[in-house]
């Protein structure tokens, strides 16, 4: 399998914009997809592919790549977006999305 | 509306024995690959196990290949996870996932379901 690293945890002051980045060999090959995840709840989709957002999901999510790097942006984040947010990938056979990053705990100040 | 229901977890024995359910409804289960992801207390997501459409094509993390054994049933829209051999650190909820693809590369998890928690200790 291959590895996806994310910073454990980000903080952004409530309004601001933050970037959640994921960095990988895979990355490079393959698209990530993100996850938002709150306490006690499963996780939810909120990006994938190039930069698609699932129907219901804010429009202040975005996603980009380049190189070995995606990143998830929320543009004017909200108290509600405070959460663990994962990335996933196909993992180095590209046979199946095998592999998460660590994960992102994010905290709106 | 699509929903994955998740049954059959609960404490075990370390060394025993357990199986997991996954009931699929609100879309045609037999045209997607299913998979399984676990949650240790506390920590990140792992991913377990794949299944394709049709059940002939499977993988598995190293860290259960050869303990657990995933499954499907189309006609019973259900997926499956039998777990032999169970260890502490097989803690953790258990999700079933089912996959979309959206193009050439692009594939992800677009329905969760709640979990089943499964706890091994003596």
């Known amino acids: 399998s291959s590895e996806l690293t994310q910073d454990p945890a980000v903080s952004v002051a409530l309004g601001q914009t933050v970037r959640i980045t994921c960095q990988g060999d895979s990355l490079r090959s393959y698209y990530a997809s993100w996850y938002q995840q709150k306490p006690g709840q499963a996780p939810v989709l909120v990006i994938y592919g190039k930069n698609n957002r699932p129907s219901g999901i804010p429009d202040r999510f975005s996603g980009s790549s380049s190189g070995n790097t995606a990143s998830l942006t929320i543009t004017g984040a909200q108290a509600e977006d405070e959460a663990d947010y994962y990335c996933n990938s196909r993992d180095s056979s590209g046979n199946h999305l095998g592999v998460f990053g660590g994960g992102t705990k994010l905290t709106v100040l | 509306e699509v929903q994955l229901v998740e049954s059959g977890g609960g404490l075990v024995q370390p060394g025993g024995s357990l199986r997991l359910s996954c009931a699929a409804s609100?879309?045609?289960?037999?045209?997607?690959?299913m998979n399984w992801v676990r949650q240790a207390p506390g920590k990140g997501l792992e991913w377990v196990s794949y299944?394709?459409?049709?059940?002939?094509?499977?993988y598995y993390a190293d860290s259960v290949k050869g303990r657990f054994t995933i499954s499907r049933d189309n006609a019973k829209n259900s997926l499956y996870l039998q777990m032999n051999s169970l260890r502490a650190e097989d803690t953790a909820v258990y999700y079933c996932?089912?996959?979309?693809?959206?193009?050439?590369?692009?594939?992800?998890?677009?329905?969760w379901g709640q979990g089943t928690l499964v706890t091994v200790s003596s």
């Open positions: 299944i394709s459409s049709s059940g002939s094509t499977i």
């Open positions: 996932a089912r996959v979309s693809r959206d193009g050439y590369k692009i594939d992800y998890f677009d329905y």
């Open positions: 609100g879309f045609t289960f037999s045209s997607y690959e």
